[in-house]
């Protein structure tokens, strides 16, 4: 792995990125601005679930305002993170926080989409099965946040 990642590192379009000053400030921006657009939609659902959330209205209605947004963050993160990844491929690929992390938005991205589909089909009363994937789904997007900022103080 570490003979890939030295490539990798080696590569042009990695030497260009790291060597243009702004561009890894500019992805990290739109990264921590993605996450946060992301976290919120899915906060947002996730209390309309628990019924924290205030306004009476269906969640089906939560739901598809705000999936278009949280879809674009989606794409917005997954693009810059790898971005910066290839600029700093040793940093990150070689990171067991950053693995972690992926582990976490996988299974975030699942159980926000399986929240998502209950959201659609607008169930009535919300089942406390959905209302523990809720809180599950809050605290994972807590952890994958935390394990972002982390990456950056854990050596590879």
């Known amino acids: 792995m570490s003979v890939v990642l030295d490539q990798l590192y080696a590569s042009p379009l990695s030497t260009s990125i790291r060597d243009a000053g702004f561009i890894i400030p500019a992805v990290q921006s739109v990264h921590i601005l993605s996450i946060g657009l992301l976290f919120g939609g899915a906060l947002i659902c996730d209390l309309k679930v628990l019924g924290v959330w205030g306004v009476p209205e ?9 999936q278009p947004w949280m879809m674009a963050a989606l794409g917005a993160l997954l693009l810059s993170g790898l971005v910066n990844a290839i600029g700093e491929p040793v940093r990150v690929f070689g990171n ?10 996988l299974v975030a991205c699942g159980l926000t989409a399986l929240l998502g589909r209950a959201m659609r089909q607008n169930q009535a009363p919300i089942s406390q099965i959905s209302r523990v994937m809720a809180l599950l789904s809050i605290l994972l997007w807590v952890a994958i946040i935390i394990c972002g900022r982390w990456i950056a103080y854990v050596a590879p």
């Open 58 to 66: 269906p969640l089906a209605l939560v739901y598809r305002r705000f």
């Open 96 to 105: 067991r926080i950053f693995w972690l992390k992926m582990a976490l938005l």
